[in-house]
């Protein structure tokens, strides 16, 4: 197969764009595990809803995308504060696994409610970014692509200067790096772990409404964008943030690069690198080397 | 004494397989047995990942993978190859065990959940080799034509007949598993899940060992694969993903990890609950979830775990009032 420069460009941007999606999914996976210790199987299920939640908004209510898209972004971090509230808060001393399976029982629980409410057939986003491509000298260049990856950064911007510059996000790392003495320095624990699963919820959310104009909006959706997103953070380092981007830049590329010479085995490529990483770098491409 | 206590264990044991064996009999309904069928295929899967979790602490979240290689080595080794049945079934334990060796050995040497990332892994790329290598799996259509058991010169075609074929070959997992429980080896696996560095300094060599539980249970999974293979007789892709491997563990951790029974009571309660949560339509799988939730909430060692304590509990609070009522004298 025979790829021109143009060619290559236009699968690299794509495979940016999703990566950027892998990266949101994939911090949301790493601020709930620096929090509570917990890999959120559920973490998918809010992708889904933040695409169902901005369909609603902004195709049954008629709310412009920006205000749609916050808003969807929102309402799923108050989804994840609630879960965090009734089932994540009263599971807190028992063993990780019981954690995991509850994860687990809340995305069934989640993914059944949507059924009810969106029906099962696969719904169709309009086009908010433009269907017209863009030409750049030879460069024939998607808008939608461009707008993701263009909102991505700055969520993700946004996001660490949170970390950085505000007292609660300085709080939270704290809380992350050690527990007991965050309690002790009178940071209210409980609340970071709520603040967490807000953050980390709503930017699956983020994620969804993102993606939803390119692809169709199902309540199954979730699942596979859930494991990729998992995927990306260990493939990046998982519990850190830089990794988190980098596994998920990395993973869009490498499947987007993949699906234009295998297609059919597209979604088998995050789960193949995530192996190889596991076998020869179980650390992460940014993590310290552990054994 | 304990001749007497030995004899009637053993009168208990028989008593309790002979009423088994009545099972269909008194269901009668087909659609009954084949659910009972299911359900013991998914107690021998439950049974391992309650090995591999329960007693020596891995996590895997990809067994229907394994489940998957059993069924696809089975019915392509009986229809390509025109293999019995009594062959294909302990070489499906095999294929799978192999390639639970292949996945376990590099990712259990390292501490932490890797396994558990590993096994999410290789489910979704197993499921999507059988999908996608049509030459080899049939691909969406999967492989028709599942020949039945043979006994003797006689087929085991009906429900009722492989009830007791599943059932013999289920007990013998259940008797093995109990075996090795028992044994050192099942000693130092618990050793392993309560204390890895106490248990390494013990002289039990840890690496292997969880290695071995691994093997063990994707064996117990390639032999359900099988039978399930020659109990639908058709097999396709679907329904060996990522839910099915979530499905199974939520079913040994609801029946209590580490017991005995566990994956028994795990897998019967969340069956029989699903197939009555048929009445709620729609609302099924919100019920199903919910009750998921409660009973890790409520029970957090399962069933077989958490209700002999919560009676124990009941009977103490009784017990004490009791004394009560009898102090003032």
Redesign the interface.
């Known amino acids: 197969m025979q790829f021109s420069v143009s060619d290559l460009v236009q699968i690299i941007l794509s495979g940016v764009a999703m990566g950027s999606i892998y990266a949101l999914m994939a911090l949301g996976f790493t601020i709930i595990y620096n929090a509570l210790r917990l890999i959120n199987f559920a973490q998918g299920d809010m992708f889904m809803l933040g695409a169902t939640f901005g369909l609603t908004l902004f195709v049954m209510w008629r709310l412009p995308f920006s205000v749609a898209f916050l808003l969807a972004g929102l309402g799923v971090a108050v989804v994840g504060m609630i879960i965090e509230r009734t089932v994540f808060r009263p599971l807190r001393r028992y063993p990780v696994l019981n954690l995991i399976i509850a994860t687990i029982g809340i995305s069934i629980t989640l993914r059944a409610l949507a059924l009810i409410i969106w029906g099962s057939q696969a719904l169709l986003f309009p086009p908010v970014f433009g269907d017209k491509p863009i030409t750049v000298g030879k460069l024939v260049l998607m808008p939608h692509y461009l707008w993701i990856i263009g909102i991505a950064v700055v969520v993700i911007a946004l996001l660490q200067a949170f970390f950085t510059l505000t007292l609660p996000g300085k709080a939270m790392r704290a809380t992350a790096q050690n527990r007991d003495a965050a309690a002790l320095m009178g940071i209210n624990v409980f609340r970071m772990d709520s603040l967490a699963s807000a953050i980390s919820a709503g930017l699956g959310g983020f994620g969804g409404v993102l993606i939803a104009p390119v692809f169709f909006v199902t309540t199954e959706m979730g699942a596979l964008a859930g494991l990729k997103g998992f995927a990306a953070a260990v493939l990046g380092g998982f519990g850190t943030i830089p990794g988190a981007i980098v596994g998920g830049l990395v993973l869009g590329v490498s499947e987007s690069l993949a699906a234009s010479v295998v297609s059919a085995y597209r979604d088998a490529v995050a789960f193949v690198i995530l192996i190889a990483v596991l076998l020869w770098r179980p650390g992460g491409i940014m993590g310290r080397k552990t054994r | 004494m304990a001749a007497s206590r030995l004899a009637s264990k053993e009168v208990r044991q028989v008593l309790g397989i002979g009423a088994v064996c009545l099972v269909p009999v008194v269901l009668r309904n087909n659609y009954y047995i084949h659910l009972a069928n299911a359900a013991m295929i998914t107690m021998i899967v439950a049974t391992g990942l309650n090995l591999l979790?329960g007693y020596c602490g891995q996590?895997s979240i990809g067994h229907a993978a394994f489940w998957a290689v059993g069924a696809y080595t089975s019915a392509l080794l009986t229809t390509r190859l025109g293999w019995s049945f009594w062959a294909a079934l302990p070489a499906s334990g095999l294929v799978a065990a192999v390639l639970g060796y292949v996945?376990g050995r590099?990712?259990l040497r390292?501490?932490g959940?890797?396994l558990?990332?590993?096994s999410?892994?290789?489910g979704?790329?197993v499921q999507?080799?059988l999908l996608?290598w049509t030459k080899g799996t049939g691909g969406a259509l999967g492989i028709k034509g599942i020949p039945f058991p043979r006994l003797l010169g006689f087929e085991l075609a009906t429900e009722f007949q492989l009830f007791y074929l599943i059932f013999a070959v289920f007990l013998t997992i259940f008797g093995v598993t109990d075996g090795i429980v028992r044994s050192p080896l099942g000693r130092a696996f618990l050793a392993i899940r309560q204390n890895e560095v106490a248990a390494q300094f013990m002289g039990v060599d840890i690496a292997r060992l969880k290695v071995l539980a691994f093997v063990i249970s994707t064996a117990y999974a390639g032999v359900a694969g099988s039978l399930f293979a020659h109990l639908q007789g058709y097999i396709s892709p679907y329904g060996f993903g990522?839910?099915e491997s979530?499905g199974i563990?939520?079913m040994a951790?609801a029946g209590g990890?580490g017991y005995r029974w566990g994956p028994v009571i795990g897998v019967l309660l969340l069956t029989i609950a699903r197939e009555s949560f048929r009445y709620f339509q729609?609302?099924?799988?919100?019920v199903?979830?919910?009750l998921?939730?409660v009973v890790?909430?409520f029970m957090?060692k399962g069933v077989a775990g958490s209700v002999p304590e919560l009676v124990d509990k009941w009977r103490g609070r009784l017990r004490r009032r009791g004394q009560r009522r009898g102090q003032p004298t």
């Open positions: 979790t996590i996945i590099p990712t390292l501490k959940a890797y558990a990332i590993a999410i892994g290789v979704e790329i999507l080799v996608n990522f839910k979530v563990l939520c951790l990890m729609d609302y099924q799988l919100v199903y979830g919910l998921l939730i890790i909430v957090p």
